[in-house]
């Protein structure tokens, strides 16, 4: 195993860095929340940053001041600043792909310049951006019609993972600000009840299908997109000549998308430097402006690039996606932290923690290192969560009182959409008090003295004793808008940017997803054609076998 890395850096967890935290982290012990507080009244004013119009309170963390400095110097020495400038410059970062890492491209001004392989990408960036605009237009003013002359009143998207998440998470999330008057659905599973539930209650002479895949090979979004066409053009009773009008791509694979029967002139064009999971304020991101308009996406692309440029020049000590990365490897590789919460205090985010797997999960689910060498050190986390108040409901006793550390971001937002008031209460304060009051149980938690002091009989007393001492990060902004929403995405795409980096691992390829779609494709013949498969382990070869037997075949 290489005692270096390829920019001559000593392995992670043998550099005086990582060795400091360990023994910090045995010297901290158990050291309690309650504590920390009572020592220091300013606490709270002081672990607390802003960025754009997020308000992160960082305070009910399991740190010290001292704590926050050798995190930054583990992050320095990894070389997490070095590797963000060559990021943001277009250099190759994606070295197993041997690509540029350039989604901030999609969001910068179109005075920037950003160049990869010699070339200015920005222009191009620009460019579509415009013939979206164009498209959008004339989609929502019902100029563009349909085969039979009518305008376009639904709009469905069919793509997977990144071509499916961050749209549809983003429609979720800025549901206020849609056009009211049309119906938008998201298709992604190979299931095809996904599909016929989708479709099933449409008029095809008003539907308009966005096939997106950067590839345009992945095998759940093009046979979808090929039962689409069959539904719409048996719906219409028309020919291939119908396609035209009701479906368009969103692709790098020009080839692919010709050969699928789409004119070109309807495909809207992204680029390899764009990774999947990063792509959904590329062209991507088309049936959401068809939702929300090309000016409130501009928006949206305004919140990116504001949380992109705090990225790139705030100083480490205020750096927003830089602390919050830091203190993920603080849980995760001196805590044994398995997990991360991530509970949103808005319904509009409910597909929020959903879109954060694919990107979080599928970038640092790794384990050998730029170099190949596997890695002694926990990467990615487990992400997961649901909007509050649900989740209080169903797994936050686990959080409470169980025996794992689970950190846990909290999202919230001060002014509601609709503020319904029924009686005294108004359900949006309802709301907020328990985000509130979550982050404090959490820290702050019940002592043994206190539930006692209650009259609570001593047999109970352990049952109702909160321990707290449960970290939590706060984000508060005024309200959902569409910048503020790029403002959170973006600062969750940095954050496991700088845990990739500490970790020494590629965060933009996804090798694994690949040895199931092989195997797949090997299966699939043995389930329809009763054809045998070589090399099959015994356990899948009966599972094959009773399920041929179930569908009589
Ligand atoms: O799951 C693997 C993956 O390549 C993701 O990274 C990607 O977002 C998804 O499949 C869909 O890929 P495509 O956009 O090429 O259809």
């Given at each position: 195993?290489?005692?270096m890395?390829?920019?001559?850096h000593?392995?992670?967890?043998?550099?005086?860095?990582?060795?400091?935290?360990?023994?910090?982290?045995?010297?901290?012990?158990?050291?309690?929340l309650?504590?920390?507080?009572?020592?220091?009244?300013?606490?709270?004013?002081?672990?607390?940053?802003?960025?754009?119009?997020?308000?992160?309170d960082y305070s009910?963390h399991?740190?010290?001041?001292e704590?926050?400095?050798?995190?930054?110097?583990?992050?320095?020495?990894?070389?997490?600043?070095?590797?963000?400038?060559?990021?943001?410059?277009?250099e190759?970062?994606?070295?197993?792909?041997?690509?540029?890492?350039?989604?901030?491209?999609?969001?910068?001004?179109?005075?920037?310049?950003?160049?990869?392989?010699?070339?200015?990408?920005?222009?191009?960036?620009h460019?579509?951006?415009?013939?979206?605009?164009?498209?959008?237009?004339?989609?929502?003013?019902?100029?563009w019609?349909?085969?039979?002359?009518?305008?376009?009143k639904?709009v469905?998207?069919?793509?997977?993972?990144?071509?499916?998440?961050?749209p549809?998470?983003?429609?979720e999330?800025?549901?206020?600000?849609?056009?009211?008057?049309?119906t938008?659905r998201?298709?992604?599973?190979?299931?095809?009840?996904?599909?016929h539930?989708?479709?099933?209650?449409?008029?095809?002479a008003?539907?308009l299908?966005?096939v997106?895949?950067?590839?345009?090979t992945?095998?759940?979004?093009?046979?979808?997109a090929?039962?689409?066409?069959?539904?719409?053009?048996t719906?219409?009773?028309?020919?291939?000549?119908?396609?035209?009008?009701?479906?368009?791509?969103l692709?790098t694979?020009?080839?692919?998308?010709?050969?699928f029967?789409?004119?070109?002139?309807?495909?809207?064009?992204?680029?390899?430097?764009?990774?999947g999971?990063?792509?959904?304020?590329?062209?991507?991101?088309?049936?959401?402006?068809?939702a929300?308009?090309?000016?409130?996406?501009r928006e949206?692309?305004a919140?990116?690039?504001?949380?992109?440029?705090?990225?790139?020049?705030?100083p480490?000590?205020?750096?927003?996606?830089?602390?919050?990365?830091?203190?993920?490897?603080?849980?995760?590789?001196f805590?044994?932290a398995q997990?991360?919460?991530?509970?949103?205090?808005s319904?509009?985010?409910?597909?929020?923690?959903?879109?954060?797997?694919?990107?979080?999960?599928?970038?640092?689910g790794?384990?050998?290192?730029?170099?190949?060498?596997?890695?002694?050190w926990?990467?990615?986390?487990?992400?997961?969560?649901?909007?509050?108040t649900?989740?209080?409901?169903a797994?936050?006793?686990?959080?409470?009182?169980?025996?794992?550390?689970i950190?846990a971001d909290?999202?919230?937002?001060?002014?509601?959409?609709?503020?319904?008031?029924?009686?005294?209460?108004?359900?949006?304060?309802?709301?907020?008090?328990?985000?509130?009051?979550?982050g404090?149980?959490?820290?702050?938690?019940?002592?043994?003295?206190?539930?006692a002091a209650e009259?609570?009989?001593?047999?109970?007393?352990?049952?109702?004793?909160?321990?707290?001492?449960?970290?939590?990060?706060?984000?508060?902004?005024s309200?959902?808008?569409?910048?503020?929403?790029g403002?959170?995405?973006a600062?969750?795409?940095?954050?496991?940017?700088?845990?990739?980096?500490?970790?020494?691992?590629?965060?933009?390829?996804?090798?694994?997803?690949?040895?199931?779609?092989?195997?797949?494709?090997?299966v699939?013949?043995?389930?329809?054609?009763?054809?045998?498969?070589p090399?099959?382990?015994?356990?899948?070869?009966?599972?094959?076998?009773?399920?041929?037997?179930?569908r009589?075949?």
């Amino acid at each position: 195993m290489s005692e270096m890395n390829a920019e001559g850096h000593s392995r992670l967890d043998q550099r005086p860095e990582w060795n400091a935290l360990t023994k910090h982290r045995e010297e901290l012990g158990e050291v309690h929340l309650r504590e920390l507080f009572a020592e220091d009244p300013q606490r709270a004013g002081r672990l607390t940053l802003t960025v754009g119009d997020l308000h992160v309170d960082y305070s009910k963390h399991l740190v010290t001041d001292e704590t926050l400095r050798l995190l930054r110097e583990l992050a320095a020495s990894a070389g997490v600043a070095e590797l963000r400038d060559a990021m943001f410059r277009g250099e190759k970062i994606n070295t197993t792909e041997d690509r540029a890492v350039l989604h901030t491209a999609l969001r910068a001004p179109e005075s920037a310049v950003i160049r990869t392989d010699g070339e200015n990408v920005v222009p191009a960036v620009h460019a579509v951006l415009l013939k979206m605009q164009v498209f959008t237009d004339r989609v929502r003013s019902g100029d563009w019609k349909g085969h039979t002359g009518k305008p376009i009143k639904n709009v469905v998207n069919i793509g997977i993972g990144g071509s499916d998440l961050g749209p549809a998470m983003a429609y979720e999330a800025l549901r206020a600000y849609t056009a009211r008057d049309m119906t938008f659905r998201f298709v992604s599973n190979v299931d095809g009840a996904d599909l016929h539930e989708a479709v099933r209650d449409l008029d095809p002479a008003e539907t308009l299908f966005i096939v997106a895949s950067k590839t345009f090979t992945t095998i759940e979004t093009i046979t979808n997109a090929t039962s689409a066409r069959n539904w719409l053009l048996t719906g219409l009773g028309a020919g291939e000549e119908a396609v035209a009008k009701h479906f368009v791509a969103l692709s790098t694979n020009e080839e692919k998308v010709t050969e699928f029967g789409i004119d070109p002139t309807n495909m809207f064009e992204f680029w390899d430097w764009v990774g999947g999971r990063y792509s959904y304020d590329s062209a991507i991101g088309l049936s959401l402006m068809l939702a929300i308009g090309p000016d409130h996406f501009r928006e949206m692309l305004a919140g990116f690039h504001l949380v992109d440029e705090h990225f790139r020049c705030a100083p480490p000590e205020e750096n927003v996606p830089l602390l919050l990365g830091l203190l993920g490897v603080w849980y995760g590789n001196f805590h044994g932290a398995q997990s991360h919460a991530v509970l949103p205090y808005s319904h509009y985010l409910s597909k929020f923690a959903a879109y954060l797997q694919q990107l979080d999960m599928e970038s640092n689910g790794k384990s050998v290192d730029r170099e190949g060498n596997p890695v002694n050190w926990q990467t990615g986390p487990v992400v997961w969560g649901t909007p509050g108040t649900n989740g209080q409901h169903a797994y936050y006793q686990l959080i409470h009182q169980g025996t794992k550390l689970i950190p846990a971001d909290f999202i919230g937002f001060a002014k509601p959409v609709e503020d319904l008031a029924p009686g005294l209460v108004a359900q949006h304060d309802l709301l907020m008090a328990n985000l509130f009051a979550q982050g404090q149980a959490l820290a702050f938690g019940k002592t043994a003295e206190e539930v006692a002091a209650e009259g609570v009989p001593a047999e109970l007393v352990p049952h109702k004793t909160f321990r707290g001492n449960h970290p939590t990060t706060t984000i508060l902004a005024s309200e959902l808008t569409p910048s503020v929403l790029g403002q959170l995405i973006a600062l969750y795409e940095h954050k496991v940017f700088v845990q990739g980096a500490i970790w020494n691992i590629d965060s933009f390829d996804q090798w694994g997803v690949e040895l199931g779609k092989v195997l797949a494709k090997r299966v699939e013949p043995a389930l329809t054609g009763g054809a045998e498969v070589p090399g099959l382990d015994a356990s899948t070869a009966a599972l094959v076998a009773r399920y041929r037997e179930l569908r009589g075949r």
